[in-house]
Structure formats: structure tokens, C-alpha cells
């Protein structure tokens, strides 16, 4: 029969102990995966017939795998643990094209990513800045919005800024900033909406 010194035993439960709490760290590791959500609005008749949203532009400082949550002091600050499920360009525009299509009844909307082979009869493209809480922890939406028609258009293609704050802080909760964001995004598509249908029809 083997027998094991004491200096041996200590060893060994030693490594079992290290082996275990890395197989718990490894196991708590894993981030929490946060998903925007589109939300109603008022539905609004006569847009054009077939819109595209264009993949937005993100500042890259935003498009990573970890959320940002705030810009602070002159610091980006991020939710550690805390990810997006997909890439952020794809899923504001994912978004987006869900939330237009249910403000524009009439019309097909979506999304450049998508599958589909129909030609658009409008273009929505979208430039994000900020998407996060700021200074104050109410979360921010900031960027630039151009709606315009296919083919030729009647006048210039006309592009102006937008921008979004929540009325409530986020007190630094991911789950709160996502669901601030969505609403955010709720508003920018009611915006979207009727600039759709403010569109000239465009010139063959």
C-alpha cells in the first residue's frame, strides 16, 4: 500500500482546491448578454412603397463587446461583464426596422443586412455618436440622420442631427440603460417615420 507524506496530502488538496475555484471563475466569467427591443408608436399612412435602413455608422469607441455605459470626465466607462448580443450596428438597425415597420403599416421596411432582393424606394442612413448614460447618468442618444429617396431625387439630400435624453437617471444599471435606449430609438424611428413620408417622389 502507497502512503502519502503530509507535505504530499497538503499538496495535492492544495491543487484541487486552485483547480476548483478556477473551474468556478471560468464558470462566472461568461458576460451577461444585453438585446434592444423595439417599442410601439403611433402608426402613420401614405409612406413610399419599399424602405431600406442602411447599417448605421457607430463611433468606434461604442462598437465593442463590452457595453459602453458612460462618458464621464473625459472617460469612456464600460459595464464590466456586461456585452451586446450582437454587433450594435446590426442590432440598431434591426431595431429601427422593426420599429418603422410598425409606424409605417403601408410600407415594406428592412434592414441592408437582410435577405431580401426587392429594390428600395427609400433609404434611411443613421450616424451614431453617443449611445450611453452621460455626466449626469441619463442615457444619450447623439448623431446625424439622412432620409432620402432612391434614384434621382427632387432637391439635395438633406441631413441633420438628432438627439435623444432620457428623463431618468440609469443609475448605472446596464438593464436600464438598454431599455432607456430602446425607448430612445423609439422616438428616432417616430422622427424617421415622418420624414418618410414627407419624401418626394423620386425622378426615373
Not at 403611433?42 to 431600406?52: D, K, Y
Amino acid at each position: 500500500m502507497a502512503l502519502f507524506s503530509f507535505s504530499s496530502t497538503r499538496l495535492l488538496l492544495t491543487g484541487c482546491m486552485l483547480g476548483l475555484m478556477g473551474g468556478l471563475s471560468a464558470c462566472s466569467s461568461d458576460p451577461k448578454l444585453y438585446t434592444l427591443a423595439p417599442l410601439p408608436g403611433a402608426s402613420q399612412m401614405g409612406g413610399p412603397a419599399v424602405v431600406e435602413v442602411r447599417t448605421p455608422v457607430v463611433a468606434m469607441r461604442l462598437d465593442r463587446d463590452t457595453i459602453v455605459r458612460a462618458n464621464q470626465n473625459y472617460q469612456t466607462k464600460l459595464a464590466s461583464g456586461d456585452s451586446w448580443s450582437e454587433a450594435l450596428p446590426n442590432m440598431i438597425a434591426h431595431t429601427l426596422t422593426t420599429d418603422l415597420a410598425q409606424r409605417l403599416p403601408g410600407t415594406t421596411v428592412f434592414a441592408q443586412d437582410d435577405a431580401v432582393t426587392t429594390t428600395p424606394s427609400a433609404y434611411v442612413e443613421v450616424t451614431v455618436r453617443n449611445f450611453e448614460a452621460d455626466a449626469a447618468g441619463h442615457a444619450l442618444i447623439m448623431g446625424m440622420l439622412s432620409v432620402h429617396p432612391a434614384g434621382k431625387m427632387i432637391g439635395p439630400v438633406l441631413t441633420q442631427p438628432f438627439v435623444w435624453k432620457s428623463s431618468a437617471a440609469v443609475d448605472k444599471d446596464t438593464g436600464k440603460l438598454t431599455a432607456a435606449l430602446s425607448q430612445g430609438l423609439s422616438v428616432l424611428a417616430d422622427q424617421i417615420a415622418a420624414q418618410v413620408r414627407a419624401l418626394p417622389a423620386p425622378v426615373k
